[in-house]
């Protein structure tokens, strides 16, 4: 199976800084990554798709990049609603052989 | 908008079987993959099931493999999980989500509902 590490597993951050989670494949997925936004007692939520590409509704403060092996989400301006555990998850060869990150808790400096 | 809701989630006994819901509205059914994804504290967010949306491919975790199955009901808008002989290790909050595309490797899955929690316990 595909291991998907990321890091930080936790960080503290302050209203309007900008925030940076990196994910990595053990092996090249291409651009088959998506990232989720999960709040407590709340299913995850798709934010982005394809690596880079934004889910209708999400705000454009949200933003991802990479391919192969080394992936980023970027929160540009840390707003309230946006404290949450963030995943990311692969879809790379069949379902349901895609795993998810262990997450990135974001928490209130 | 769309709605998800999970539920049939109880305590059951090791060995117990149990069947899940996921009622939908808000989006064509039978147009879209569906799946099943559970979240336990000890190994985090895991893919159990996957099905097209005409119920036809269906694939399988490793864990779950000839112990669980998915099906749909396109006429009454329902996916639903049958969990026969349970482990602790199943024990996890149970989720469904909706596939962006019929076929269920080209899509990509988002949830909606609030889960049911599943305990195995003796």
């Known amino acids: 199976d595909i291991q998907m590490t990321q890091s930080p597993s936790s960080l503290s951050a302050s209203l309007g800084d900008r925030l940076i989670i990196s994910c990595r494949a053990s092996?090249?997925?291409?651009?088959?990554l998506n990232w989720y936004q999960q709040k407590p007692g709340k299913a995850p939520k798709l934010l982005i798709y394809g690596a880079t590409t934004l889910q209708s509704g999400v705000p454009s403060r949200f933003s991802g990049s990479g391919s192969g092996t080394d992936f980023t989400l970027t929160i540009s301006s840390l707003q309230p609603e946006d404290f949450a555990t963030y995943y990311c998850?692969?879809?790379?060869?069949?379902?349901?052989?895609?795993?998810f990150g262990q997450g990135t808790k974001v928490e209130v400096k | 908008e769309v709605h998800l809701l999970e539920s049939g989630g109880r305590l059951v006994r090791p060995g117990g079987s149990l069947r899940l819901s996921c009622a939908t509205s808000?989006?064509?059914?039978?147009?879209?993959?569906m799946s099943w994804v559970r979240q336990s504290p000890g190994k985090g967010l895991e893919w159990v099931s996957v099905?097209?949306?005409?119920?036809?491919?269906?694939y399988y975790g490793d864990s779950v493999q000839g112990r669980f199955t998915i099906s749909r009901d396109n006429s009454k808008n329902t996916l639903s999980l049958q969990m026969n002989s349970l482990r602790g290790e199943d024990t996890a909050v149970y989720y469904c989500?909706?596939?962006?595309?019929?076929?269920?490797?080209?899509?990509?899955?988002?949830?909606g509902g609030q889960g049911t929690l599943v305990t195995v316990s003796s």
């Open positions: 989500a909706k596939g962006s595309a019929f076929s269920a490797v080209a899509a990509i899955y988002d949830f």
């Open positions: 092996q090249s997925i291409s651009t088959y």
């Open positions: 808000g989006f064509s059914f039978s147009n879209y993959a």
């Open positions: 998850q692969h879809n790379y060869q069949t379902p349901p052989m895609w795993t």
């Open positions: 099905i097209s949306g005409s119920g036809i491919v269906t």
